[in-house]
């Protein structure tokens, strides 16, 4: 009975991280099926717990690598195998609902305790804002260099053109109407 009690207290303390988390948390077994969503999951990818458990994560997002554009691999065979990350520097988040999202994986193989790897786990961090804000500092950045170099060319055009009107004024005082 103490076991069950430290058991269930030990599930409800899980669950509350898990719920708490503001990051999407996906488990998946080995075929990529969703075992588990936690609330900033659902809430991320558009979809609630009961219509994605038992699917494959792949049926309802879609990463693309922000460079080229591609579709790449399940998240789930990333996780599990530890590879090196395809998807490139925040890789693009399509929802089922058109929620295009730009985030940060990490991921986690779910080892039994003989050792096998019998699912994974994977985060998903929404850095859209941060993205977008970079964006724009780089663009507003490309606006002020364009808009100095303006000014230079002025400045200098205008050191040009001061002399020959100069010129032109003299010439004019000393000739006849």
Not at 11 to 27: E, M
Not at 134 to 146: C, D, I, N, V, Y
């Amino acid at each position: 009975t103490a076991t069950k009690q430290t058991l269930r207290a030990a599930q409800a303390r899980i669950t509350t991280v898990l719920d708490a988390i503001q990051d999407a948390v996906i488990t998946a077994d080995l075929s990529g099926n969703v075992l588990h969503l936690n609330p900033a999951a659902e809430k991320m990818l558009a979809v609630t717990l009961p219509l994605a458990l038992g699917r494959p994560v792949s049926s309802f997002v879609e990463l693309t690598a922000p460079d080229t554009q591609t579709l790449v691999a399940d998240p789930i065979d990333y996780a599990v195998g530890r590879a090196a990350n395809p998807y490139g520097r925040l890789p693009r988040l399509v929802t089922t609902d058109g929620s295009d999202r730009r985030v940060d994986l990490g991921g986690a193989p779910l080892v039994d305790d003989e050792g096998h790897v019998r699912g994974a786990v994977v985060v998903l961090r929404d850095l859209t804002l941060q993205h977008n804000a970079l964006e724009s500092l780089q663009h507003a950045k490309q606006m002020e260099a364009t808009g100095q170099l303006a000014g230079g060319l002025a400045h200098d055009l205008n050191n040009l053109l001061t002399p020959i009107l100069s010129y032109v004024d003299l010439v004019q005082r000393q000739t006849p109407p």
